[in-house]
């Protein structure tokens, strides 16, 4: 009679975990471990993972056939994250550990030969899943455990090492607990917006853009202060939220780079690509699962395309989903994922190719001109909010010694009251900024007088704007309002939210 046992993982699929049952099976046969369930080439190799671990510790394999299954089996299983549960399966199967303080627990990790625990991506949404499917317990690896330890409700366990779960499990040992949590809600990386001389213009439309998450376009010579500008966005953002910071850091867990002594991301992150990259890098891609690209890593926090003009029109054009919907859905071999990717898009650009420092030193004709910033699709820049030609700052501002400009933290104060009060505004529908807000609701529930669109009007007339440059208008023309402390917008806020839209390229 075969020797059955029963231990529960968690699968990663996107930013979504499903749990999985994984049954261990020892009977007669040639000395053999079969793997069923769907398991990709790394979880195969898990085989010789498992027993070198095993024995390794000094406990005997068993020397018949095993079989293992991993259920649902339909639900294709990725990654090392199943070695330590498959241990535990056969060990329980063997009869070499009792079953007791399983019950309600999952375990992930990855084995190494002599047996030590070591850490795995997506810990954390696997924690999350694990709760929200009533498991009341996680073994994880002893690398993940503070970021395993910010899910709340459910008791996290960290392991090193196999020998120390066997130990666990018979009551012999003791495994660790997560440590107090350290949160930064400001990154000192970042530098300071005071830094930037002059550019009030810019300047503004970059705390507007902050105050209500809106897109924004900088052009202008190369030495201006555009990349300045873009990299000191960060310091202005107000810090996330509990249920942001988990979102944000769920995404960076799933793709490896969540920091091991800083595992809640609570400053927005701050995400520029390279002008070269491709669409998956943007958007996300590889084999089997899809992994989260540049876009979801930004997500809650910016996104700069410098040299955007330079970027291949594929990559810009693969933008324009995430954008309108806040989330992208990528198809692979092995399934559909869908990861969020709500982000402030920063774009910067010079005006031509040949990018002189003065206008008049330009030796592009035209053509060249129209055709360098026509790489930008007219769909993809109608999503972009304000819109900033940037001019070079006189000789007197730069070496002027009575200067003062604004520090980031008085312009993230204001940006902090403004965000605040579109959150009370919007808190019965779960919007947290002014872009997030359909256009209908602002046209319908939140109408404005005539007044106030009188000059949306004679855009929509004129052509100068479309529908949907309509309804991000309004968005803009609400964060004006809330920047200043009003109620609701007025003419003055609707037609400077066009005047943003309404700047160009020359």
Known sequence: MSALSKVHTVAITGVDGAVVEIEGCIGAGLPAVHLVGLPDTVLKESRDRIRAAVVNIGIRFPDTRVTVALSPATLPKVGSVYDLPLAVAILLAAERVPVGRLDGAVLLGELALDGRVRPVRGVLPAVLAAKESGFSRAVVPLANLDEAGLVDGIEVLGAAHLAEVVAWLDGSGVLAEPGPLVVDDVDPTVADLADVVAQPEAKFALEVAAAGAHHI???????????????RLPGILPPLGRREALEVSAIHSIAGD???????????????????????????GGSGLARPGAVSLAHRGVLFLDECAEMGPKSLEALRTPLEEGQIRLARRDGVVKYPSRFLLVMAANPCPCAPAR?????????????????????????VDLWVRMEPPTTGALHAEDTAEEPSAVVRERVRAAREAAASRWAAEGWLT?????????????????????????????????????????????TLADLQGLDRPGESE?????????????
């Open 434 to 478: 002014n872009s997030e807000v359909p256009g209908v609701v602002l046209r319908r529930r939140f109408r404005l007088p005539a007044k106030a669109l009188r000059p949306l009007e004679t855009y929509l007339r004129q052509g100068k704007v479309t529908a949907r440059g309509a309804d991000r208008s309004l968005r803009l023309a609400w």
């Open 258 to 284: 969540l920091p091991a002594d800083r595992p809640l991301i609570t400053v927005p992150p701050f995400v520029a690509p390279h002008q070269t990259s491709t669409v998956s890098a943007l958007v996300g």
């Open 494 to 506: 609707v037609g400077l939210a066009l005047q943003f839209r309404e700047k160009g390229w020359t």
């Open 217 to 231: 376009m900088m052009t202008g010579p190369p030495g201006i202060g555009k990349t300045m500008l873009a990299s």
């Open 359 to 383: 206008d008049n030193d330009c030796t592009c004709t035209a053509t060249v001109r129209r055709r360098y910033l026509g790489r930008l699709s007219g769909p993809l820049l109608d999503r």
